[in-house]
């Protein structure tokens, strides 16, 4: 099912997601509702607390970060493994509508997680798929992309996300209406 995306600034976003304890129904809808979601607005990954889910859960298109087609890739509990070398990146969240920075990633990236069916994997990449891997887990661990961002840009991001979000209440609109809108 489709869900509504959480705008920064958010507590749930800004807080570390607890682990998921037990994989049972409700986590495979969670990662179902993940997968929609991100599939709808076409985004690179999706993590369970910008669906205002407070747990260790993401998605990643794997097939669309390495140009393969499409093939999501659920990592639950994830821990990282692995980091090597140092690139900037221009990046953008679906929690900061119409915001991109140039930030800091490292060049390499791996974790360990558990899949829907309950094992312990490794996946380790570079390219936009280890730069996704890295923004992913920063959202399951309460970090969004200002905080990567310069210090003095910082409030001018939370400025206009605080105006965005009052815009959308006084029109009555909901975040999938807003991505559809023409940036002004
Ligand atoms: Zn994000």
């Given at each position: 099912?489709?869900?509504d ?7 749930v976003l800004?807080n570390?997601?607890t ?5 049972d129904?409700e ?10 979601t ?6 690179v990954?999706?993590?369970?607390p910008q669906i ?6 993401f998605?990643?298109?794997i097939?669309?970060?390495?140009g ?7 990592f639950i509990?994830?821990?990282q ?14 929690s900061?509508?119409?915001i991109?920075?140039k ?25 936009v ?19 990567k961002?310069?210090?003095i840009?910082?409030?001018g991001?939370?400025q206009?996300?605080?105006i ?9 609109l909901?975040?999938h ?8």
């Amino acid at each position: 099912m489709i869900q509504d995306i959480l705008i920064w600034p958010n507590k749930v976003l800004d807080n570390p997601a607890t682990p998921v304890v037990e994989i049972d129904d409700e986590i495979q809808a969670l990662a179902d509702d993940l997968i929609d979601t991100c599939e709808l607005i076409g985004g690179v990954g999706l993590a369970a607390p910008q669906i205002g889910v407070p747990l260790q859960v993401f998605v990643i298109d794997i097939g669309r970060a390495t140009g393969t087609g499409e093939k999501y890739e659920t990592f639950i509990n994830p821990v990282q493994v692995q980091a090597r070398g140092a690139v900037k990146m221009s990046e953008g969240c679906l929690s900061l509508p119409g915001i991109r920075a140039k930030v800091d990633r490292y060049e390499e990236f791996g974790i360990e997680y558990t899949t829907l069916e309950g094992t312990r994997e490794n996946i380790s990449s570079d390219g936009v798929l280890g730069q996704a891997l890295q923004h992913e887990m920063d959202h399951v661990n309460g970090k969004v992309l200002v905080e990567k961002m310069s210090r003095i840009k910082r409030p001018g991001v939370r400025q206009k996300m605080k105006i965005l979000k009052r815009r959308m209440k006084a029109a009555g609109l909901t975040y999938h209406d807003v991505i559809r809108m023409p940036e002004e």
